[in-house]
């Protein structure tokens, strides 16, 4: 009887800390498999828990189908951004950014199969990576965060080659406009700049909280997203979530959404999942209805 009392008391106490974990959990970031059927999505604890997307869409689907398959440590702090790549899943936190097989990641015990930091100015800077943006045409990684620095680092050899500097504060988000080649960047500054990737240079910049059908300046003129498809972009934050027209710079669009966004994206049929302060992240099979959520 005195064993068993000892030993319920550290599974007790192990229950509580979970709950707690999960009561004050946010997760920053997703990222869907190559092949479509797992979503991974990394919270402030450095974890990342891999999910059967399609054991979940099932029609057969249980509430066990919607725990993660297999979550494990990645980083010592929170899990900012991911992406997937063709074989890679590719995740960043403070300072620097890993790479994780697919095809291992559903094992236990999946170990990092390389990591890079950024050259930062001093080695006591670890600025956190807010977000990460492939560029397939050229093979690379753009990583943007808390050093107010694009830097683009080159898939096949981890060197990086280049940092794009103009914000004046730390960036949020990134988007990719494939035809140009160029990259957009969001910022803490509530401004969105475009880069130019051939050059290297900054090729258009919209202060976006300037524009007075857009400001809401008791949220802030910081940029929380952004997407592009050509030309048209949609941002939003502390300004409110705007379609914009690029090429000549003008609003046309603005959504009467009162709180501040921190994710958008231009999507056709496909399932749009969302994440934030929870430890759940929820599943929409069409705008109008939540079918199901996942949880650690």
Known sequence: MERATQLAVPLGQTEVFQALQRLHMTIFSQSVSPCGKFLAAGNNYGQIAIFSLSAALSSEAKEESKKPVVTFQAHDGPVYSMVSTDRHLLSAGDGEVKAWLWAEILKKGCKEVWRRQPPYRTSL????????????????????????????????????????????????????????????????????????????????????????????????????????????????????????????????????????????????????TSAGNSCRVDVFTNLGYRAFSLSF
């Open 125 to 272: 800077e670890v600025p956190e990576i807010n977000a990460l943006l492939l560029v397939p045409k050229e093979n690379s990684l753009i990583l943007a965060g808390g050093d107010c620095q694009l830097h683009a680092m080159d898939l096949e050899t981890g060197t990086f080659t280049r940092a794009l500097r103009g914000h004046t504060d730390y960036i949020h988000c990134l988007a990719l406009r494939e035809r140009s080649p160029e990259v957009l960047s969001g910022g803490e500054d509530g401004a969105v700049r475009l880069w130019d990737l051939r050059t290297a240079k900054e090729a258009q910049t919209i202060e976006v909280y300037k524009h007075e059908e857009c400001s809401r300046p008791h949220n802030g003129r910081w940029i929380g997203c952004l997407a592009t498809d050509s030309d048209w972009m949609v941002c939003g934050g502390g300004p409110a979530l705007t379609l914009w027209h690029l090429r000549s710079s003008t609003p046309t669009t603005i959504f009467p959404m009162r709180a501040p966004q921190k994710h958008v994206t231009f999507y056709q049929d496909l399932v749009l």
